[in-house]
């Protein structure tokens, strides 16, 4: 079964610092990976996604996610963040074959000035 | 990217009635697309599969007859939340899937239900 994790339920930064959102899954086969930020009472935003090809994948506002096949990892990251960047960060993953997202439970990032 | 938008944005309704939600893909085309919930800090959950001119997949726990969905054409999905009542009450979103080349979900900016 496939499943995603988010081991942080909240990730706290000063504005100006790099950033990390951690993910880990778990898929039979390959993987097709994505990073969505919620704002509140908004829906799903999507950043950015791995397919295949090159392990670091560069997405919307800055950010960026490194596909790590022997760790199942798929951090969210970015070099320098922003207040605005605040809100709630899911992970998800579909496999090949499947077409529904399963989503890990969330992160919250709030960034500090 | 591409837009996806539902109607209402937000609803109150009283017990026993019943509330469509409209989800449409406004830019694309999308054979599918996914009805999910959201409780207050929590993740999305899967309701329903919607394929575009056949039966709604149903995840395990849901209830067909209760979450009426019906994917009439390529850019129109609707959820009918029949005789509501206060546990219904939740965030509903959907999400529509482009084909074209990218097969990304795009989501919808959500449904607030709130059930008297």
């Known amino acids: 079964a496939q499943s995603v994790a988010q081991p942080e339920d909240q990730v706290n930064v000063a504005e100006g610092n790099p950033l990390t959102v951690k993910c880990t899954y778990s898929v039979s086969g390959n993987p097709y990976l994505f990073w969505y930020v919620q704002y509140p009472n908004r829906g799903l935003q999507f950043l950015l996604k791995y397919i295949t090809g090159d392990n670091l994948v560069k997405g919307s506002y800055g950010f960026e996610a490194e596909f790590n096949k022997s760790q199942t990892s798929f951090h969210l990251k970015k070099p320098s963040a922003l207040v605005s960047d605040s809100a709630l960060y899911f992970c998800?993953?579909?496999?090949?074959?499947?077409?529904?997202?399963?989503f890990g439970k969330g992160t919250t990032l709030s960034v500090s000035s | 990217g591409a837009v996806v938008s539902q109607h209402p944005s937000w609803v109150i309704c009283k017990s026993g009635t019943s509330v469509k939600i409209e989800c449409r893909s406004l830019d694309f085309q999308a054979t599918t697309m996914f009805w999910y919930r959201q409780f207050p800090k929590q993740s999305l959950m899967l309701m329903a599969t919607s394929n575009e001119g056949s039966k709604a997949t149903y995840e395990q726990g849901v209830e067909k007859d209760k979450f009426l969905i019906n994917h009439a054409s390529l850019t129109l999905s609707t959820l009918t939340v029949t005789s509501a009542h206060p546990e219904d009450s939740s965030f509903y979103i959907c999400?529509?899937?482009?084909?074209?080349?990218?097969?990304?979900?795009?989501f919808g900016p959500g449904t607030r239900l709130t059930v008297l």
């Open positions: 999400s529509a899937r482009d084909h074209r080349g990218t097969d990304t979900q795009y």
């Open positions: 998800a993953v579909r496999d090949q074959a499947g077409t529904a997202l399963i």
